[in-house]
């Protein structure tokens, strides 16, 4: 159903559908949604605001390629301030390297279906250069309380193969474990191997799977058996862990090597 849009101070809010979503209606603190007119009250809080690039799989911290799509969902109960006329007040993405120039995200703004309080900013970060970034998303509620968010990740070009975090959890282990690792090429399938050693250098097993991840993070399962499904006995055993993909110079690979303990 249609949702009326709600101001404070003639900042319009968002409303319903998309394809509503920045009707203003005048100075207004109410609300009407499937015909149900509902106060709004401040509540002195800027609206929720989740950031990722990618992926909802995203960790702070983490690699991306230069091309990251930036997302930002928003809610809150009295609606957030999409207003293009709120000047100062508009939804703004700044990023630390070049923090005098400012991205209105406004327009990217996509409401929830047939729910005023909340929606999805998807905009497309282009061409960063390699090195760190600390990103920061500022957005306000009708009745203009802000809220900040900020995350940090790493730019590497996805011309080269790059992996690093590369650890097993639990470890130590019991029953299983998974080895996770850290990349920079989401969307393109990843060869991965991981070869389980002793301290002595003796083979015990080798696990192998092709991956594709929207994200930069990865992993592979392991149950803590060996090639004849016996359980190898308590200990610290060698792992190497090796990545392949073809990239824009071609098939690379890269590998790092962990340790990990068995304990039933």
Same mark, same amino acid.
Do not use: C
């Given at each position: 159903?249609?949702?009326?849009?709600?101001?404070?101070?003639?900042?319009?809010?968002?409303?319903?559908?998309?394809?509503?979503?920045?009707?203003?209606?005048?100075?207004?603190?109410?609300?009407?949604?499937?015909?149900?007119?509902?106060?709004?009250?401040?509540?002195?809080?800027?609206?929720?605001?989740?950031?990722?690039? &990618? =992926?909802?799989?995203?960790?702070?911290?983490?690699?991306?390629? *230069?091309?990251?799509? #930036?997302? %930002?969902?928003? +809610?809150?109960?009295?609606?957030?301030?999409?207003?293009?006329?709120?000047?100062?007040?508009?939804?703004?993405?700044?990023?630390?390297?070049?923090?005098?120039?400012?991205?209105?995200?406004?327009?990217?703004?996509?409401?929830?279906?047939?729910?005023?309080?909340?929606?999805?900013?998807?905009?497309?970060?282009?061409?960063?250069?390699?090195?760190?970034?600390?990103?920061?998303?500022?957005?306000?509620?009708?009745?203009?309380?802000?809220?900040?968010?900020?995350?940090?990740?790493?730019?590497?070009?996805?011309?080269?193969?790059?992996?690093?975090?590369?650890?097993?959890?639990?470890?130590?282990? &019991? =029953?299983?474990?998974?080895?996770?690792?850290?990349?920079?090429? *989401?969307?393109?399938? #990843?060869? %991965?191997?991981? +070869?389980?050693?002793?301290?002595?250098?003796?083979?015990?097993?080798?696990?192998?799977?092709?991956?594709?991840?929207?994200?930069?993070?990865?992993?592979?399962?392991?149950?803590?058996?060996?090639?004849?499904?016996?359980?190898?006995?308590?200990?610290?055993?060698?792992?190497?862990?090796?990545?392949?993909?073809?990239?824009?110079?071609?098939?690379?690979?890269?590998?790092?090597?962990?340790?990990?303990?068995?304990?039933?």
């Amino acid at each position: 159903g249609y949702v009326t849009s709600a101001t404070t101070d003639g900042v319009s809010s968002t409303g319903g559908t998309p394809a509503f979503g920045r009707d203003a209606s005048g100075s207004t603190n109410a609300f009407r949604f499937e015909g149900v007119n509902t106060e709004v009250q401040n509540d002195g809080q800027g609206p929720q605001v989740d950031v990722y690039l &990618n =992926s909802p799989d995203f960790v702070n911290g983490t690699l991306t390629n *230069p091309n990251p799509t #930036l997302f %930002v969902e928003l +809610r809150d109960e009295t609606g957030v301030n999409t207003s293009a006329t709120g000047i100062g007040h508009e939804i703004i993405a700044t990023i630390d390297t070049q923090p005098t120039q400012e991205i209105v995200l406004n327009d990217y703004f996509q409401a929830n279906l047939d729910d005023y309080r909340g929606g999805r900013i998807e905009y497309p970060l282009q061409e960063l250069p390699e090195g760190a970034y600390t990103l920061e998303v500022r957005a306000w509620d009708v009745f203009n309380n802000p809220t900040e968010e900020a995350i940090a990740f790493d730019v590497a070009t996805s011309d080269e193969l790059q992996i690093r975090g590369v650890a097993n959890y639990p470890n130590p282990m &019991n =029953s299983f474990t998974r080895f996770y690792f850290e990349h920079n090429q *989401p969307g393109v399938p #990843l060869d %991965v191997d991981v +070869r389980i050693f002793t301290l002595s250098g003796k083979p015990v097993m080798h696990l192998r799977e092709t991956l594709q991840t929207s994200s930069a993070y990865a992993y592979l399962e392991w149950n803590g058996r060996d090639r004849d499904y016996d359980r190898l006995a308590n200990g610290t055993y060698l792992y190497v862990l090796r990545v392949g993909a073809d990239t824009g110079q071609g098939r690379q690979s890269r590998q790092k090597t962990e340790t990990l303990v068995i304990l039933q």
